[in-house]
């Protein structure tokens, strides 16, 4: 059974950061690819500690993925804080292909741990996903004349 996870982002290049060219293309739609645009999460939830949590997230957003620029395959990461539990951090990094979501334990890595063994409590779950953007307009267009009929 596969998981889909669907990111829909309505917001200026800036408001995710700064993302791998290929990663802004597919979320800004300035592709001059016509396919759906695919990518592989692996999300990676921690309890940061008490008071922890502010701290815990900018780790994530710069130290941590900094680090994972460096890994094959990597295309960007999202970092997710619970509203009613804002000590619940999730890490939503995003591959080129499922190997690379499933093998590449990041958050097992020595630089990793050490980074994050003041700020968090305990690593919850690790689980990984396909991810699918949607299709642009052109390429549903497409397909509909493909089938002969728009369905889902």
């Given at each position: ?17 700064n ?19 695919n ?75 050490k ?38």
């Amino acid at each position: 059974m596969s998981t889909h996870v669907f990111l829909e982002l309505d917001a200026p290049a800036k408001a995710i950061g700064n993302p791998a060219p290929h990663l802004a293309r597919r979320f800004l739609g300035s592709s001059q690819r016509t396919e759906a645009a695919n990518l592989n999460a692996r999300a990676v939830e921690f309890i940061a500690k008490p008071g922890r949590e502010q701290q815990l997230r900018n780790c994530m957003r710069r130290e941590i993925a900094e680090f994972l620029k460096r890994q094959t395959g990597f295309a960007g990461i999202f970092v997710l804080t619970s509203h009613k539990e804002p000590r619940l951090i999730r890490v939503l990094s995003l591959w080129d292909t499922e190997r690379q979501a499933t093998e590449n334990h990041w958050e097992d890595s020595p630089t990793v741990r050490k980074l994050v063994a003041a700020l968090i409590d305990v690593r919850v779950k690790v689980h990984t996903y396909e991810a699918e953007l949607p299709e642009s307009a052109e390429t549903s267009s497409r397909t509909s004349e493909m089938t002969g009929a728009r369905m889902c």
